[in-house]
Nanobody, 122 residues
Framework: QVRLVESGGGLVQPGGSLRLSCAASGSIFSLVAMDWYRQAPGNQRELVAA???????NYADSVKGRFTISRDNAKNMVYLQMNSLKPEDTAVYYC????????????????WGQGTQVTVSS
């Protein structure tokens, strides 16, 4: 069984910063890739940032230059550093990971965290 747990969300003023963390635990054989998504009320869930097992990154145009995704393979963690936050960044942020488990090391499955609320408001 694999579990993803996000943390670090909260209320911040425009221009402020937050750092989100996502911890993966359970019978993990390998973490193939990890992503951050977000979903604002009334909107579809959208990809914010992605990082591969070799730390190749990709960002949505709306966050380029402001957000940085990183990972710690030894700790099975992924982070999202968010700077210069804007009100339009307000959303629930979800961690997504592509994982191969010890029980099925040749099969890659996707797992989701429960989400963490980020609110940017003065």
């Amino acid at each position: 069984q694999v579990r993803l747990v996000e943390s670090g969300g909260g209320l911040v003023q425009p221009g402020g910063s937050l750092r989100l963390s996502c911890a993966a635990s359970g019978s993990i054989f390998s973490l193939v890739a990890m992503d951050w998504y977000r979903q604002a009320p009334g909107n579809q869930r959208e990809l914010v940032a992605a990082i591969t097992s070799k730390s190749i990154t990709n960002y949505a145009d709306s966050v380029k230059g402001r957000f940085t995704i990183s990972r710690d393979n030894a700790k099975n963690m992924v982070y999202l550093q968010m700077n210069s936050l804007k009100p339009e960044d307000t959303a629930v942020y979800y961690c997504n990971a592509y994982i191969r488990t010890v029980e099925s090391p040749n099969v890659t499955r996707t797992y989701w965290g429960q989400g963490t609320q980020v609110t940017v408001s003065s």
